[in-house]
């Protein structure tokens, strides 16, 4: 079973700062999910990736998956209090399951 | 929109209780997953199922056992619960493989004491 790490464990921002989670991992994944949740709810999809290299821009979050498809990273700009949550990386390895990553627990204070 | 409801929000068990949590989706969905969520741990797949009356262990499987008689309903069963098994439990569906999007209910936190 392949490790997920993610980096930093935890993070508190004010409110208009950037940060960027990381994901890592020795192995190679055929994609890679990032999911969100919120305290009191289940994960939720933000986004998927699958091309090594390949970057996604959802708003004020942009996601990038290595070039070698063994780590990626979210960056967000502009921080708001509604990105509050606990951010999770999964790794599918090829059609049979997903791995999910150690989390990142993100408090953005206003 | 797809909804994945589960039984309990909240759950206070002794040690030695068998336990049943309930799952249940309303989109049709093939596959159903049991996770546990530990700080600092992410998500573990406890079992996962791909059909009805289907199981398939994932990489924790020991202390529980799984349920699927019917396509919409996946029950995660402790058989002797023990302080251990203290966590928030995750189901979710997906209409794909894996891969696919997830959708997840809210969790069941469960307590045993």
């Known amino acids: 079973t392949q490790l997920l790490e993610q980096s930093p464990q935890f993070l508190s921002i004010q409110e208009g700062e950037n940060l960027t989670v990381y994901c890592n991992s020795s192995?190679?994944?055929?994609?890679l999910q990032w999911y969100r949740q919120e305290p009191g709810e289940g994960p939720v999809l933000l986004v998927t990736?699958?091309?090594?290299?390949e970057v996604k821009k959802l708003k004020r979050l942009t996601f990038q998956f290595g070039d070698a498809r063994k780590d990626s990273s979210l960056h967000i700009t502009a921080a708001q209090p509604g990105d509050t949550g606990l951010y999770l990386c999964?790794?599918?390895?090829?059609?049979?399951?997903?791995?999910f990553g150690t989390g990142t627990k993100l408090q953005v204070i206003p | 929109d797809v909804k994945v409801t589960q039984s309990s929000r909240y759950l206070v068990k002794r040690t030695g209780e068998k336990v049943f949590l309930e799952c249940v989706q309303d989109?049709?969905?093939?596959?159903m997953f049991w996770y546990r969520q530990d700080p600092g741990l992410g998500l573990r797949l406890i079992y996962f199922?791909?059909?009805?009356?289907?199981?398939e262990k994932g990489d924790i499987p020991e202390g529980y056992s799984v349920s699927r008689e019917k396509k919409e309903r996946f029950s995660l069963i402790l058989e002797s619960a023990s302080t251990n098994q203290t966590s928030m439990y995750l189901c979710?569906?997906?209409?794909?493989?894996?891969?696919?999007?997830?959708?997840f209910g809210p969790g069941t936190r469960l307590t045993v004491l």
């Open positions: 990736v699958v091309t090594g290299g």
């Open positions: 979710a569906s997906s209409s794909g493989p894996p891969q696919d999007t997830q959708y």
């Open positions: 199922s791909y059909d009805v009356k289907m199981k």
């Open positions: 192995s190679v994944f055929s994609s």
């Open positions: 989109m049709d969905h093939e596959n």
């Open positions: 999964a790794g599918a390895e090829g059609y049979q399951k997903v791995t």
